[in-house]
């Protein structure tokens, strides 16, 4: 049982590049959201999932789009990077009923858009 | 949308001693506080969290109390150790989504 996990750990982008940040998860959780973190800010919801097939926006979605083919990934994606989009970027799950507000997180990817 | 606000930014303490992190939410729907410590390079990791039936709560050194009436909730880490240093976050729940405070740098001196 891996958990959460998310591709690639590191990457380097020029301003402009696009590329898609994988999310996996083996718990059969419903719902699948993704954060970045900045420094002083906390983590910031971009976008979330309630389910396989849908999306939702979250607090920061502007310049970032994801899908949910299926249950277990959660896919995020940059279509035209920019340095303000330089963070770390965390995946979690969590799934639905009592209990299920609880939030597991992946290693995180960290992003360096020059 | 919730918005959470969490003090100190920063807090040192001596080992052993205690300490306190205070967070405060503006939505009153909220009904699941965790929290969250990060170490350096690593993944949030859930280490308490409390209901909003629910006044307070305790696991070994660290306990949670949540006051709804004021909207806030605290973390107090007993007989700290150098191994609770690390950043923690306080977040507020509505509907399954997380609002997260900025975070607290806490350091242990030896």
């Known amino acids: 049982n891996a958990g959460v996990t998310q591709t690639p750990k590191f990457r380097v982008l020029k301003t402009g590049q696009s590329m898609t940040l994988l999310c996996a998860q083996d718990?059969?959780?419903?719902?699948m959201y993704w954060y970045r973190q900045d420094p002083g800010m906390g983590l910031r919801l971009i976008h979330y999932?309630?389910?396989?097939?849908?999306?939702a926006k979250g607090e920061v979605p502007d310049g970032y789009n994801v899908s949910r083919l299926k249950k277990q990934n959660f896919l995020l994606g940059l279509e035209s990077a920019a340095p303000s989009q330089t963070s770390v970027y965390f995946c979690?799950?969590?799934?639905?009923?009592?209990?299920?507000?609880?939030?597991?997180f992946g290693p995180g990817t960290r992003l360096l858009v020059l | 949308g919730e918005n959470v606000e969490q003090h100190p930014s920063t807090l040192s303490v001596q080992e052993g001693d205690s300490a306190v992190i205070k967070c405060t939410y503006s939505?009153?729907?909220?009904?699941?506080f965790p929290w969250y410590k990060q170490e350096l390079g690593k993944r949030p990791q859930l280490i308490i969290d409390?209901?909003?039936?629910?006044g307070e709560k305790k696991d070994q050194r660290i306990a949670v109390t949540l006051n709804k009436t004021a909207k806030h909730f605290s973390l107090h880490i007993t007989e700290t150790q150098p191994e609770d240093s690390a950043v923690y976050f306080c977040?507020?729940?509505?509907?399954?989504?997380?609002?997260f405070g900025a975070g607290t740098t806490v350091t242990v001196r030896a």
């Open positions: 979690a799950s969590s799934y639905i009923g009592t209990g299920g507000e609880t939030q597991y």
């Open positions: 999932s309630v389910g396989e097939g849908t999306t």
């Open positions: 718990m059969n959780h419903e719902y």
């Open positions: 977040a507020a729940s509505i509907e399954y989504k997380l609002s």
């Open positions: 939505d009153s729907a909220s009904n699941y």
């Open positions: 409390i209901r909003s039936n629910v």
